[in-house]
Structures are given as structure tokens and as C-alpha cells.
């Protein structure tokens, strides 16, 4: 038994897919699929591997999927693969660090007529960091753009990796497949690990199911774990009886062991998530081992927003839907929070934008809560007069302007890769943000890297939009937190029929405050329907205002005809007109639809677009 | 009781720029086998109710006098044949353009029984006739009143638009002048709503087209409003004004929730409980009609809950409003059972009056009417 095991751990391939959206990891991982599951392939549905409906719209990954295959190498033998598929996007970096801790090596697969971007490089940092092996995949061959050698060359100079025996393929037509196969058997290396040592699994995902309890996600660097035996989680000292092991095809099959360079799942009746961390290592209760595996440092959510829900009824809808949501995100943090304007919600932390974006999707989608989003905010420091130190969270609870001695912002470090004709635009954009240049760097003839300190304040909104349509789209960004600066910031708050709204305050640089205060009055002017009064609009800094607008009452809404013929219309348009209504909030006396309170920041006139 | 009938005449000589009633150009139409099936369609619709033939006739349109003199005999002849009853119609109107008038329609209207007439002027305005698409002058449509005088009818309605494209408050108020000037008994006037499939809602959407500001027809429509009042034509309706005992009889049956029959192409009717609709097509009616006597394509069984909302939001359109006591007779239940918040907290806002057992729109609801509407929409 023990030498079957270590035979069958010679020809296992544990590997993950790393790339930049869009260069065709998840075609690849398909073609992956086909070739090694032909059965799958009449069952299968485009990019399986996004299980959720959310992703798949999207067409970004972002659970991991970890799934076993069978491949028959052309030496003969039979490999067993683990392909561990994890998330493109800036925002989810979490997630790839988690996925290639359990892989010895990863595909790189770059677009052979994009080439090196932004993401890649992140990605590709993770990856070397984890001591993986990298075999570039140059994908896209078929487009008539594409330049496998310049690309190649790319990959050399850039990343520094040797691209000589670089895998040529496009994953769309189905060409070079079979090369990327035999390359994962002969360059990736199989797991080392004692099969017959004491157990040690790393946990590196959890879902919970209400009725099998948490199922983890696993990766057996040591020993082997059965059905029946007992384990001990080493975070908690937790001891349970395994119920189930198994992997996934990408379906989920169970399986009587799990043995080294294995991945799947294990399930042993666990109730409350908190018994199990991602990051922390199993092992066997009887025979533990005693070091556990290094874990993960957990990430900090870099972007909060407000979340209330339209109806106050559905708070505590919104609470649990975000107790569920968290089970299977460890990186959503929220707490409760309350303002004057909307009531009882909740102040979530994310890892950046998009993160936001797919968590209120899915809370308005899965849980079927009408949802008011206030606009994004980073954490600032402030420093009173009197000296204490705090962290603020949220506009609303920053401290009057005379008690403040300095307030510092978080910065990054943002990374733009551009084709030479948009650096002046790109370099505007970046002005306009308050960022500051650091260096620049022409990867070849076409392609620069521009390198900018920004405070994440200017980013966490609709810099990467802006990016993207000023240079027809052919920019990428990558950042990465790189520490507080003092600013010159200072609280505007926006009063609506002489009422101060504190879910629309904002944190901006005083030099900036009135070209934005008069842009937020104007759009809210411009968002907000006529109601029965005039309505006037004022920005403040303090008790001074700088800029407003005014809402003019409604004078007339009443349809003209009704008869016979018009009866079912007019039914039908105020219908949708008290539809339209639900989607308000009543902010004082004033309807105010949800979308005003995040599109106050949509403002296209900062920057020429 | 299925109290009126309209009667559905889709052709017109031109398409003017708001309009998007069911219409076609009259050239190359199958009109007398249109005709013909509107013939069979009222003879069949009669047939399966056990009652009297309707109080009210309305032959609306598209343009009823576009018709030739021939078949507009025709027509008149059979609607008369098929609806009229003396002593039970009441009211028998018929829509007139006044550039197809002449005195052969206007007798063979006469004998038919017809009391009523209702005139497309739309603005006494030359200017503003041609930039909405009216092929009419002012003085042809005081002529045609003239004419129509003549010939005895006693009953003119003369239909007026406000909030038109570039339209000023004095061509508004000499098209109300005008009004008065001829004594018509009813008017009914209409701000201008740009519909889709019009060939002004092209226009806007290319942007070429200015309307005035809603604080524009606001002012307008409370300056006729007033003007109108001070001169005995009471508005009884929201788009509608007549001097005493001169009210719509017909469109009063729409407004106070009551069935009535729809006949010819797109028709709308309210039968037995039923909301139906006819076939849009001419050809497609008139197969309809040959196949199966009956040309309704759609047909939605009124529930208890809608038959409520829509006596309210079709009531409170009259300035009368709703009577509590007849709500509780038609619907054994009192309003306060479902609406007694909605009327509390539209009654605070001051756009509603309760007063003697009635609720109506006060003056600040007239102009927020949809305000009003929605509330009653459980």
C-alpha cells in the first residue's frame, strides 16, 4: 500500500493557472478539462469551472475550483492532475496567494498579442514567492495580431523568466493542448511529502453547507486522511471524525484517502465556521504533527462602503445575508453602523471595488434585498489638537475641522502599463488624482510602465474606468498599499432642504473641494425627481457654503387623456411609477432614488474623457 | 348594463405629428369591406347582450369624415341601424375634421340621429396648425361650426392642445377666445404628450424638437383653467370643460368605471367584466370578422382589487371625484377599509378633499393627479 502510494504521488501535477483577464485562462482551463474528462465534454458548459451564476456573467473566476483529472502521457503512464483555478482581477490577489500555496507549479499564460501586462507581473510575484515553477503559456496564436516571439522575448526581459521553451497555444481552437500537457508532466515537479508521515493538510478554502457543515478545501502535503479517522484542526486544537474525502471532477466524488499532493475536499460534520481557518494546517488527533504548515497572512479590506437596505424592514435580512456571505469570503468584514439619513446598515470593508461591486450584486440577487450602496471610503488617521491618534472609516464620523491637527491617507502604489501614445493621457489622469510620479519605464518601442504614488481615495472610485476608456482600453493597473501621507483633507457635507445628510459626506483635498462640491450638487440636481417643494442643495465645508443648486417643485404630473383605449396604459404607467417609488428612500422629506447616493461620485468631468 | 359604444374609424387623409391612435393612410385601405365587418361585428356584439342598445355613440377615429360621401352614408347608416334606439340614445357623437366637412355628411349625420359633434381644431393658430401637422386652417374650422350650426347641431365640443412646440401664451389665449367666440358648449384640452411611434417622438429623439418647460404648461393649463371658469365653462374633468348640463355623456362611462362596447380595428371595450381589445390591423380585423364574427385578440377579467383602483383612479379624474357612498354600494365595503391611510396622508399633502361624503382632487391635486392616482393603486 505504502508503495503504491509513493509511485502514484510520482505522477501527480498540482498546478494553478495565472494570467491577466481576459489572456484566456478560463478557455484554457476548458481545453484542459476536455482533454483529460472527454466524457465531460457533452455535459460540460462553457468554463465550467465558474460554478457561480455571477462569475459566469462576468466572466471572471472567483471561488476557487480545485479539480482532479486523469491525463495518459505519451511515456505511457497515467498523471493525475490538480488544477487549481483562481481569480484574474486586481482585487483578488487573496485568492491566488491561497490557490498557489497548494501547487507546486503554475501556467503563465500570456496574450501573444497583448503581452506582458499589469496583472501578469502581480501574479507571477505571488507566484515566485511561493517557490512555484513557471512555465509560460503564450496563448492566442491564432489572432492575426499575435507575436509569439516579441512576446516571448517579453516574458525574458520583463519578467525574467526563460521563454525559450515557452508553450505556444491557442486555447480557442484547441491548438498547442496537448504540448501544455506533456510540459506540466515532464517541467512540473511532483509533490515531495511522506505518505506514511504524520498528517499535515492545509486548508486553503471553506463553503459551508447547511447540511454537511463546513467543507474544506485541502491540500495534503504529508500523510494520508481516511474516512472514519480522527483529526485535529491545529488553529483551535478542535478534534472531528472525518465523514467524507473526496475531490472534484470537476463534480464532487468521494473517496475512500486523500495522500500527498492530493486536493479535494474533507468534511466531519463541522457546524460553525469559526472552527476552521483558512491558512491553518489538519492533522491526524491521534498521531499529530508537531509543526503546522505557515499560514496565510489574512488581507486587509482596502475599500469600505455603507450598505443599508431601502426598506428598514429588511435589516435583519441584510444582516444574515452578510453572515452567509462571510462563511465563504473570510475577506468581507462588516459592522453595524447607523446614520441619521438612512437608518440601521452595516459598514463593509472589501478588497477593492470590484469586490464591492459582486458582494451587493449578490446580495441583491441571492437574498432579494433592495440595497442603498454610500459611496466608497479608505481608512484615514486623525490626529486631534489634544494629540490622540483614531482611524476613521467613515466621512460622516470625522471630527469638526478645528479639533483636527493632521489627517493622514493611505497611498498606493500604482503600477500602469500603457502603449506609448497614451502616456500623456495616462499622466494626466494620474495629476488629476493627486498622484505623484515615481519613474518610468519603456518595457520596448511600444509599451511603457509608468509607476505613480496615488492616494487610494482618488482610486477606489472610477480611476480604473477612466483608465481604461481614455486609452481605448489597452491600459492595465495593478497597486498595492505602500503607506499614510499627510493631505490637506477636509469634510464636505452635503445638505439637502436644509438638511445635513450624513450618508453623503465626503472626505476631499481642500484644493479640490469646490470644482467637487459644485459637480455634486449639480448631479444630485440632475438625479433627484421634482417633489411637491422646492428643493435646495448645498454643499458645506462647515458652516460655510460653497456651492449649490435647487431642485424646482413639481408643477404638474397628470395624465392629459384617459379613455377608453388608455385605461390598461395609464394602469401600467403608475404602476411603474410606484415601483419606481420603492426604489426611493425618504431622506427628510425628500424621495431620494438609490442610485443618488453612489452616483454623486460618477463625476466624468474631472478628467477629459 | 353595457351603458355606450365607441366606434372605431382608422383612416385618415394625413398623419398628424402627436397622434398614435390606431390610424392608416386611407389611400389603397379595403374600406367598404372594413366597413362591412364593423357592420357584422356590431350586429354580433348587440346580439349577445339581452339588454337596450346603448345610452351613448361615439364614431371616433383616425379621421371619420375622411371617409368618401358614400361611405360615410354607408357607415353612418349601419352604425345607426345596428346602435341607435330612439328614446334610449342619449347621446350619439361623431368626430369631425373640419377640412373634410360638407353639407351631405352633416345631413346624412342629422338623420342618423347624431346630437353631438366633436371637432379636431387642436390651436386657431395657422402657424402652429402646419408645424403639428394639421392640413386644416383657422378659418375653415370656424366655418365648418358655422356650417355645422346650420345644419342644427346645438352640441359642439371642440377639441384644443397646449404646451405645443414653441406655442405662446397669446396663441393660447386666442385659440380661447376663438373658443368662446363661437359659444362651443364643451372643449377638451390637451397638453401635449410626445408619444412613441409619432413623428414627434422622432423628432425629440433626433433632438429636434422643443417643447416647453413643465413650468411652462403648468402656468398654461392653470391660466385656462381660470380663463375658462370665468366664463361659465366649468372644468368638469381633467382635460375636459363644458357650460352647464353639457358634459360628456359617453366619456363620462370611462371615468366612472362603467362597461361599454368597442368596435372596429383596435378597439377598446369593457364587457361582462372583461377588458378587451381588438385586432389593430385592418386586414386582420376584417379576417377576424369573416372567420368568427368577433375580432377580440386580447381579453383581461377585471379582479375585485383592480374594478377598486380603477373606480378610484378613473373617478377622482372628475373634479366631482368619488362618492364614499356609492363605493360602499358598488363594492360592500367602505373606502376607509383600504384606503384609509392613502387618503389620510394625501388629504395632509393638501391634494385631496374630503368633504360630504365625496373625495376629490382639490386644485393642487388637479395639477399632481398621477400623485393622487398611484396612491390608490393597492
Redesign the interface.
Known sequence: MSEERKQRQKRIRNFSIIAHIDHGKSTLADRILESTNPLLKREMRAQMLDAMDLERERGITIKLNAVQLTYKAKDGQEYIFHLIDTPGHVDFSYEVSRSLAACEGALLIVDAAQGVEAQTLANVYLALDNDLEIIPVINKIDLPSAEPDRVKKEVEDVIGLDASDAVLTSAKSGIGIDDVLETIVEKIPAPTGNPDGPLKALIFDSLYDSYRGVITYIRIIDGTVKVGDRIKMMATGKEFEVNEVGVFTPKPVNKEELTVGDVGFLTAAIKKVSDTRVGDTITSADHPTLEALPGYRRMNPMVFCGLYPVDSNNYNDLREALERLELNDSSLQYEAETSEALGFGFRCGFLGLLHMEIIQERIEREFGIDLITTAPSVIYHVQLSGGEVGEIDNPSKMPEGKMIEQVEEPYVKASIMTPNDYVGVVMELCQSKRGEMIDMVYLDENRVNIMYHIPLSEIVYDFFDHLKSNTKGYASLDYELSGYKASNLVKMDIVLNGEKIDALSVIVHRDFAYARGKSIVEKLKELIP?Q?FEVPIQAALGQKIIARSTI?A????????????D??R??K???K??EG?KRMKMVGRVEVPQEAFMAVLRLDDTTKS | MIKGA?VHIPFCEHICYYCD?NKYFIQNQPVIAYLKALDEEMAEGLSSSLHAKPETIFIGGGTPTALSDEAFAFMMDSVSNRLYEEGDTKEFTVEINPENLNPLKLDVMKRAGVNRLSIGVQTFDDHLLTEIGRKHTRQSAIEAIALARQYGFDNISIDLMFGLPGQSKQQLQASLDEVLFLQAQHVSI??L?IEPRTIFYNRLKKGKLTLPS??I??DM?GYLIDFLAAHGIKQYE??NFAISDHESQH?LI??NNEE?Y?FGA?????VHGK?VVNARAIKGYIRRIEEQGRACVES?SVTIQ?KM??EM??GL?KLIGVSKQQFLKKFHHPMEQYYKEAIKALVA?GLLVEQDGWLRLSRKG??????V??AF?I
Open positions: 421634482r411637491q424646482k413639481l408643477r404638474k404630473n397628470v395624465l392629459a387623456k384617459c379613455y377608453g383605449g385605461i390598461s395609464k394602469r404607467l403608475l404602476e411609477q410606484k417609488k | 365607441y391612435f390637451y397638453s404628450q413643465q413650468d404648461e403648468a393649463y381633467i382635460s366619456n370611462y371615468w361599454y368597442g383596435g378597439a377598446h371595450g369593457y377588458r383581461h383592480e383602483e380603477e383612479f378613473l379624474r399633502k388637479i395639477f399632481l393627479g398621477n400623485e392616482f398611484e393603486l
